[in-house]
């Protein structure tokens, strides 16, 4: 009954624990017309699913860049592009049952050649466009603003978390089946005398 339960318990524990240990970082990839992506994301819990975006580490187009500007809660930022546009942005990651994506505003990115890179979503659909040299990769007044991308962002593992909920479960299972075998290994000694 004791290995049943225990069973049961360890299933349950390997259903719920992996959410929890996570740890605020995120692997990112993105593809769409003239935009490939990929890197680290990595912030801090800021409450009600949301995670404010910080740093990491990205390539964009084949540049390195980072993330730009501060986060906000509540309304956005404004990066002053040019040509009439901004770039609207909170930096803000929202993670809802198992799942991560980012917000009408998203991120900002500054590139390592100088432009300026902002990802975000509108009903579902994600979004770009790169402000570079004094030009926009596409013309921000068509459409939703920018050119259709399909991004990819996974929590990372927190290896710790893992470790210590590893170590934890074979501790139980052997303090689990010890007592049983200690048990036996006494009532064989007591019958032998």
Do not use: H
């Amino acid at each position: 009954m004791k290995k049943l339960i225990f069973v049961s318990f360890a299933l349950l524990t390997t259903l719920v624990i992996p959410p929890v240990a996570k740890a605020d970082s995120f692997n990112f990839t993105a593809a769409g017309v003239g935009f490939t992506g990929s890197g680290t994301l990595t912030g801090t819990s800021v409450g009600s699913g949301m995670i404010a975006i910080t740093g990491g580490t990205f390539t964009i187009n084949g540049v390195s860049a980072t993330v730009f500007g501060n986060w906000t809660a509540s309304g956005y930022n404004v990066y002053t592009a040019g040509a009439g546009y901004n770039f609207d942005y909170d930096n803000i990651l929202l993670t809802s049952k198992g799942s991560e994506g980012l917000d009408t505003n998203g991120l900002l990115f500054l590139l390592s050649n100088g432009g300026v890179v902002n990802i975000w979503e509108v009903n579902g659909t994600y979004y770009w466009n790169e402000w570079l040299n004094n030009q926009w990769g596409f013309n921000p007044g068509v459409g939703q603003g920018g050119a259709p991308i399909t991004p990819e962002i996974a929590a990372t593992p927190e290896p710790s978390s893992l470790l210590l909920l590893g170590t934890g479960l074979l501790l139980m299972a052997c303090m689990i089946f010890w007592k049983p075998m200690r048990a036996k290994a006494k009532q064989r000694v007591a019958k032998a005398a």
